[in-house]
């Protein structure tokens, strides 16, 4: 089985699936509230609203997985973008995308507080938490409409850190 | 000046001024990714799409206040709802709501990593984080028009816990 490794986490690396949501990441950030507050200012591009959708608050509650972790398959929302955002700064968790699903996959190692934001359609293996329960704010869209693809992968990968 | 004591936070006492972001107040919850996860679904009202509007995910990095607190002012968003998600499960913050501008306001304690949804038009204090210096993930609207109205208050509350 071929093995996967880790990638380098930047805004560039990750730009082709989506956006990472993290205060260094704002492109705009200004004070609020009469100074007693900061607004690091619309860090991810939310695409919900296609085919009469709407946007979703959910929590996701997620079981910690083990490594070296099979990559076997991977889905995606053709209807709109989904953002995972730890609710704990401890949470460490894993990001596996592809740019097509010919293409080899590449795995991300989220930690300290920072989430992501997954573009409409982006190829990407369920939700890979590490080290315990660990609970996401999910923003997603609701609305009529299929809205999950599957693929089985031609080969599995094997994930490590 | 009256005082403001807190009122007990339940989704019924809340609800005149959005949703109660937690777990426990989910409407509807399932196991999803081959039940290693368990999505708490579609917890807050999300009220952004009016006028051209789209949904915003920013960070909000609030100083502490000290109490006890004077509350002088509300604001409210007409064109949107505004939603706070505490990204530490240690914050503690003040939620202060009014039902309209001439009612007395009520003052809700927010902890355990609980957030809130403030629906379209709410009268509401700016963000009252306790402490330390607290990051909230916001989800609100982005668009064309004016936002933001905000009103002095007749007489000072003093906020206390």
């Known amino acids: 089985m071929p093995t996967l490794p880790l990638s380098p986490l930047d805004a560039t690396t990750f730009a082709p699936f989506g956006q990472i949501i993290a205060p ?4 705009q950030r200004y ?15 939310v ?12 929590i996701f509650r997620a079981e910690p997985r083990s490594l070296p972790f099979p990559v076997r398959m991977l889905e995606r929302h ?6 995972f955002v ?15 699903a010919a293409d080899a996959p590449k ?10 934001n997954l573009a409409r359609g982006v190829w990407h293996h369920p939700l890979l ?6 609970d996401f704010l999910v923003i997603d869209r609701g609305g009529p409409g299929e809205n999950c693809d599957e693929i089985s992968l031609s080969e599995t990968w094997t994930l490590t850190m």
Chains 1, 2 share one sequence.
């Open 107 to 116: 795995a991300f190692l989220l930690e300290g507080g920072v989430g992501v």
């Open 129 to 134: 938490a590490l080290d315990r329960v660990s």
């Open 86 to 100: 730890p609710l704990d700064p401890s949470t460490r968790y894993l990001v596996v995308v592809a740019e097509s």
């Open 31 to 45: 004070p609020i509230n009469d100074g007693t507050s900061e607004r690091f200012h619309d860090l991810a591009r």
């Open 24 to 27: 260094e990441h704002a492109a």
């Open 78 to 83: 053709p209807l709109g973008s989904q953002a």
């Open 47 to 58: 695409d919900t609203a296609s085919a009469e959708g709407r946007t979703l608050l959910s």
